[in-house]
């Protein structure tokens, strides 16, 4: 449908939104429309007529950026959270109605059944303090010493998605773009580099603590507090903080 309505506008670009149907969609309609398709897009640039797109590479270690060449169209999909909010604006834009016969095109596939996710023990998008691990944990085992900051900080854990797809803790655990937005009071992350798809579901808690051995790791970028070091020297010493500050205060 999308393609329909966009062949007769002839467009230079199609925006879209990098989410799952985004991800299906964008190959798709370029196929269709004959143009080039670039996902999981974090920044777009026009700087005097030429087009350049940035896009995570290497599991996000890397960004590439890709020109497009002369007047070359494309299908662009955009990551969520790529761009800050803009001043809602006073003109109005044009909103053209276009009917569009959609028996006349073909349906390749269908949805069986919508199923909802199980829910799970902990809804960490209520929690006031969240405690955060990335893959720089390195073992499922080392997990603990992260869940018992949470513990001690009064506070639930969570993690990155590589934590999950690893089957370390349960989706229902995961911060970001596939996973929850959290807006806690406090989010602790340690070990987690900060690739735009976790920052978007944490990056407006009200402070952001990042412990990471890495100085230059993007979550720094949106942390209030940043401790650059050994999350395991730090973590166990900012626990053992947080067990004696409870026991004077109680
Ligand atoms: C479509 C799509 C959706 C995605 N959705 C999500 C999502 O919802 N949530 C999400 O999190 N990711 C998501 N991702 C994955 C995302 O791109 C990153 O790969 C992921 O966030 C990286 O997780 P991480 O920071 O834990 O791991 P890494 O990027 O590997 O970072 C590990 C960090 O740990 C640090 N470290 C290592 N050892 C130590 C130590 N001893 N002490 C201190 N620091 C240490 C390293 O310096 C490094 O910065 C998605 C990706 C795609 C393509």
């Known amino acids: 449908v999308i393609a329909e309505v966009a062949r007769p506008m002839e467009p230079r670009f199609v925006l879209i939104g990098y989410s799952l149907a985004g991800m299906e969609l964008t190959p798709a309609i370029a196929t269709i429309l004959g143009m080039n398709a670039l996902t999981n897009c974090v920044n777009l640039e026009i700087c005097d007529g030429a087009v350049t797109?940035?896009?995570?590479?290497?599991?996000?270690?890397?960004?590439?950026q890709v020109a497009l060449d002369g007047n070359d169209?494309?299908?662009?999909?955009?990551q969520k959270g790529s761009f800050k909010a803009i001043?809602?604006?006073?003109?109005?834009?044009?909103?053209e109605?276009?009917?569009v016969d959609v028996a006349a095109i073909p349906a390749r596939s269908k949805v069986l059944a919508i199923s909802d996710e199980p829910a799970?023990?902990?809804?960490?998008?209520?929690?006031?303090?969240?405690?955060?691990?990335?893959?720089?944990?390195?073992?499922?085992?080392?997990?603990?010493i992260i869940a018992d900051l949470a513990e001690a900080l009064g506070g639930v854990l969570a993690c990155s998605r590589p934590v999950?797809?690893?089957g370390w803790l349960p989706r229902e655990r995961q911060v970001g773009a596939s996973g929850r937005t959290v807006t806690p009071k406090v989010y602790v992350a340690c070990g987690i580099s900060g690739a735009i798809q976790h920052l978007t579901g944490m990056r407006d808690s009200h402070?952001?603590?990042?412990?990471?051995?890495d100085p230059n790791a993007p979550i720094f970028g949106v942390a209030h507090i940043g401790v650059?070091?050994?999350?395991?020297?730090?973590?166990?010493?900012?626990?053992?903080?947080?067990?004696?500050?409870?026991?004077?205060r109680d």
Do not use: W, Y
């Open 53 to 64: 797109v940035t896009r995570p590479v290497f599991d996000s270690t890397m960004h590439a």
């Open 73 to 78: 169209s494309a299908v662009i999909a955009l």
């Open 87 to 95: 001043e809602a604006s006073t003109k109005q834009a044009a909103i």
């Open 97 to 99: 109605s276009v009917s």
């Open 120 to 144: 799970g023990d902990v809804d960490i998008t209520k929690a006031e303090i969240v405690v955060s691990v990335g893959r720089g944990i390195g073992t499922e085992e080392k997990i603990s």
């Open 164 to 166: 999950v797809d690893v």
């Open 207 to 213: 402070r952001i603590i990042a412990i990471n051995k």
């Open 228 to 248: 650059v070091g050994d999350l395991f020297e730090i973590v166990p010493a900012l626990t053992k903080a947080a067990k004696e500050a409870r026991a004077a």
